[in-house]
């Protein structure tokens, strides 16, 4: 929320990307940015992946956009994510409009019954 309190809206996603990045490290999280996914089709590697802005403690995926307004798409690019990453808990953080949009997700393994 403080790098939206500073800058507001109508900067383009980098821009918060690299406020973020800075904020997390004054703060003492400890994240990657722009975290590379590799994706696999049947086993085989594919060429394409999927590219997180960051990857917090270890375990949180968090994805920045700055558009008028999310959609559904946005949401299941977290999702995506978390589903090639095995990270559990995912966050999406939309700095383009007046208020912080932020949006949680949560994605549980499923447990197979015997």
């Known amino acids: 929320m403080e790098v939206h309190r500073q800058l507001g809206c ?3 996603e980098p821009v918060y ?16 940015r722009e975290v590379k996914m590799p994706l696999a089709y049947k086993a085989q590697p594919l060429h394409t992946g999927y590219c997180a ?4 403690f270890n375990s949180v995926v968090v994805e920045l956009k700055a558009l008028a307004r999310l959609s559904g798409t946005e ?4 999702i995506n994510y978390l589903k090639a990453t095995g990270h559990e808990v995912g966050l999406l953080l939309n700095f383009g ?7 949680r997700f949560v994605l549980t393994k499923s447990v197979k019954s015997v």
């Open 53 to 56: 802005d960051f990857v917090c």
């Open 97 to 103: 409009t007046r208020s912080l949009e932020h949006r």
């Open 10 to 12: 109508g900067f383009l």
């Open 75 to 78: 949401e299941a690019q977290v």
């Open 17 to 32: 990307q690299e406020a973020l990045a800075s904020e997390f490290t004054n703060r003492d999280i400890p994240f990657i």
